[in-house]
């Protein structure tokens, strides 16, 4: 038998399987296929049975939060038979399958055979069912009880030199009462080390919101979306990573709205939209959705709302008072004139260019924008990921407040956030930089005062343990290798720790490329039923639009060693704080109303948080933009001016940006195919631009690396297959985290620090075996 020990097992996914087909992409989302393939997903993993319990209560009001994304849940009527997607279906199947990992997985498969399968391969084999230790220098996974595991981690974690030797990652699935105790624990263990997947996805989004308005999310609601005369996406593909969202668009279109997509790839569901819980969907009569689709180049975005905003200037000066809201802007803004001043540096026609957008489209766009005012813009990665990100999405605002969209119904900001509880933890305090109020109200509350320092973001965080100065990493769900950029870099950063451990519920890349130590602590789903002194528990979870609502799994776990987050959470402070502590860890542990009622102490917002979390539907939190109220430093929302960055690439660069498939959430990988793309059985592609591919000397289906240098470092991506599509020239996307290689780690985001996952430049060769 090979020496397993010696090898390093893969970071990265196996190279290409090389069965791809290919068809025409398709142009409307959801229709029966999509009920069709839910169907096969949910029932391949679990019997009928299982498979309609879940279902039937997947993001019902008494049922539990879709651990998918973040869209809401209607506030009134909800189907009682199908109030989710195919995505969230695939997400139900992923979870509630009742494949597990046993003792024996585990002693049959070591590491580095598990490192070799793919990602999709990986994720098939089942749910984690007992906690599991890697020893030091061991090549296999060996069972351990709770108790031990608990005692280890506090043997680690209180013999660091330093409490910021260790890192608290939070991943989007975590509930507000994990989250609450996680930073809790963290905090009064001594470390504002809290990094969380909103540094690689929203933080863009939160530091402009918070500079322009005053609150780092949306102002919008689900019902606004019925009343808006215009809605703008930009950066996103909801068919895919929020499918819910097509019927709040397909209504806004029924009710005479507009809807202009951006976009650097046309995505099926912005096209046209099949509504399976329709009589018509059903019959498979499509709605087409954009009216305006703007293709936009890779980081186009800032020069694109920059020549809307021109153009409606020499309207609005034209005819004063005609164009935009003057009242609004008096009365709640601040640095008009700037803003004004700003742009008028720019030449309309240059801006048009840099966007790679014509004249007649920039016009049409502006025209529409003109006569309406109550707009709502959303987006997500393809602003967030950028450079200039934090600019690009004040510009957004900037738009809206030339409108006096923000603060009336059918208008405002709409972030679209990509887990469940993503937006929960930040509120609960999963935040490596917390405000100074939110560390006081802790200190007020429980009698200790946390540490005043600012802790390590995501990208922080990795350069800590590359550099020795990290040590234990603890990850609160997600996968965390598989998330981050710079796969290698990253990698060799987890090895270099002594212990690294992941609470989750499915065995990913992260639990594979370790520190010294490993173990996997194996916790409830969402859907799990979750059980303490005999009564079922239920958790509290946090939608895009704010809505703060119960989520009650009901299905029997596939083990008895699962643990609630909570739990584990509490178990583990007591375990590793002990006597030190002045946090009432065991009180905590006898039911999650405790934790809400401590919450509620801490957090403003969370008056009666028990009794309104028990409100069918939730209660909303407070959101000033909303009403029309800006807590910023002077009370208004203010205007920005920023520059446009033009990036010129040498004529054999190309731009990148990384996103999903189909069969994909996240970093979780449902199966090979992205169906609306056209793309089958493979997911090491890159889309191109043909000329580009002609232009390069290469042909379609063409097998190439992908390289660049940064840094003066060489990043290779090996054997991806060439694709044609519909994109704009110099551009290219490719699926993550296969390419994640490809993100130098010190390219991150001005002011976010988010890494440029949509801007990374690159160069093509032939693949050589
Ligand atoms: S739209 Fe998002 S939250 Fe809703 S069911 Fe689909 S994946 Fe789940």
Redesign the pocket.
Known sequence: MDNQQDKKPNAENPESLLNLKLTKPKIVAAGIPAVLSSAKHVFGEMDLARGMKALLA??QKDGFD?P????P?PDGHRSKIAE??E??AK?IAEEATTKKLTPQFFKDNSVYELARLNDYEIGKKGRVAQPMYLPEGATHYQPISWDDAFTRIAVHLNKLSSPDEAVFYTSGRTGNEAAFLYQLFAREYGTNNLPDCSNMCHESSGVALNESVGLGKGSVKLEDFAKAEVIIILGQNPGTN????LSALQEAKENGATIISVNPLPETGLIGFSNPQTVKGALGIKARLTDIFLQVKLNGDMALLKAIELLLLEEEERAPGTVFDQEFIKERTAGYEEFVKGIKRYNVEELAAAAGISMDQMRQTAEVFKKKSKIIACWAMGLTQHKNAVDTIKEVVNLLLLKGSIGKPGAGTCPVRGH?NVQGDRTMGINEKAPQKFLDNIERVYGFRPPQHHGYDVVEAIHAMHEGKAKVFIAMGGNFLSATPDTVYTAEALRRTDLTVHVSTKLNRSHLVTGKEAMILPCCGHTDLDMMNGEAQFITCENSMGVVQMSKGSLKPISEYLLGEPLIVAKLAKATLGDRSKVNWDLYMQHYDYIRNDIELAIPGFEDYNKRARILGGFYLPNGPREGKFNTFNGKANFTTSDVTFTKLAPDELMMQTLRSHDQ?NTTIYGLNDRYRGVFNERRVIFMNEKDITRLGFAAGDLVDLYNYHGGKERVAHKFIIIPFSIPEQCTATYFPETNVLVPIDSTADKSNTPTSKMVILKLRKHVE
């Open positions: 997947l993001n879709c998918g994304c973040a869209w849940d989710y997607c995505n969230g997400a929020h499918p819910r969202m469940s959430f």
